[in-house]
């Protein structure tokens, strides 16, 4: 997922141009073929729907660098797992629903001096008390495009990081791709590199809306690339697909989940179109004075995925979650979700990456300037960052494993001394009484209905300071 530019005359152009002369070029809204359906209830809007942490990241500030430094300067945890991240901000292309840091103009030589100052951060950060020595339970490489890096640059880079977090004990090499920057070749390195959980980007098979939505790729590069990812023996296969993007409708939406189903990936990640701040659409939404984004609405998207989730069942898949079927439960794993959900810490190198230790919440420099210039200096490129208190270290748990569809309470109970059904017994009350929670001893369920529409509901579980406020 990435980040957008800007390219639409801004308004005043259109004003001011002459009636003899050519119209300015549509904007993104204006090609859409699909009529909105302007009166459907819970339309879409902009903002970020999407709960990946708790507190909301406005509440992150740089008045609290300090704290991150703190924890690095004390001893190593005997029991926590570490997650090591790595953030790649290069893409051949922007999409236009995508708010994440990348760069899409940058030569081989800018690269392979990002890529070396992520490599210093990461030393700085293994000489630190609190990291020495540690060896990460998975690694995660994110972006922007990893897999726009050539095959040496992967072999360096995984190479110099391996030589400071040792991958021996690692139980997972996460890694986001997209389908046209992917060849045999590329795929063999990764493999070799020790990838174990490839995952494509391909978010639909249709080539017109892979168009209209700015992806780079086209479906018959997905197909090339499931193609030659099976043929290598990824421990794990998972293809991303996106709900309810421009110019989808039911009928290309069932057409794509057939597809999915046809390619028999280990697993498959759904997401429900949203349109977050510093995106393309939201700036041609905003210059338009629209309110309403120019996707389905969350009733629509909620329906797609509840009949993708059906089909996939009657394939042979399991819901794992309110995002993810998997072919078999017992092998298909995701052990940096499950591991980060609770509690595990994560070291984030690289422009505008998150992360998480010892309780501490932190995000590096968002722009790549500043984000080279403090390393460097000789410094932690940290922007922001966040101490968590007991409380918000418990809701944020709980929150994020709800997305799983159960939780139990004597895992809170036992690790941090609170119930959370004595904790929100209101909350608990108005969910069942909807049927999108019911309790089975320790158990906390949530209902299908509950599930594809949880990071709404999670909201209702924030302390009061914490809601209704922009969640970047």
Known sequence: MLSKSEAFPPPSSRIMASPTKSAPPLGLIDKLQVPLDTAADEQTEVGNYFVANYPPFSFWKPDHKDAVHEILNSPRPADTNLGVYFHIPFCRKRCHFCYFRVYTDKNAAEINAYLDAGVREFERYARTSYLAGRKPQFVYFGGGT???????????????????????ETEEVAFEAEPGTLTEKKLEALREIGVTRLSLGIESFDDHLLEVNGRAHRSKEAFRAIGFAKTLGFEQLNIDLIAGMMDETR???????????EQEPDCVTIYQM???YNTTIYREMKEAGRVTAPVADWRTKRAWVDWAFERFEAAGYTVSSAYTVVKNPETTKFVYRDSLWAGADLLSAGVASFGHFGGVHYQNQADVGPYMAEVDAGGL????????????????????????????????????GEDPAERFPERFEDLARQGYLRLVGDEILISREGLLQIDRLLH???????????YT
């Open 274 to 276: 949203e349109i977050p």
């Open 251 to 261: 009928e290309n939406w069932e057409r794509g989940v057939h597809t999915a189903i």
């Open 460 to 470: 209702g579980f924030f302390l009061p300071q914490h809601r209704d406020a922009r």
């Open 146 to 168: 990893p897999s726009y890096l050539s095959v040496s640059q992967l072999q360096e880079l995984t190479g110099r990081m391996k030589d400071l977090f040792p991958w021996d």
């Open 381 to 416: 490129p940290i922007f922001r960052a966040y101490p968590t208190n007991h409380e918000e270290r418990f809701i944020r748990e709980f929150i994020l494993q709800l997305k799983l569809g159960h939780t139990n309470r004597g895992y809170f109970r036992e690790k941090y």
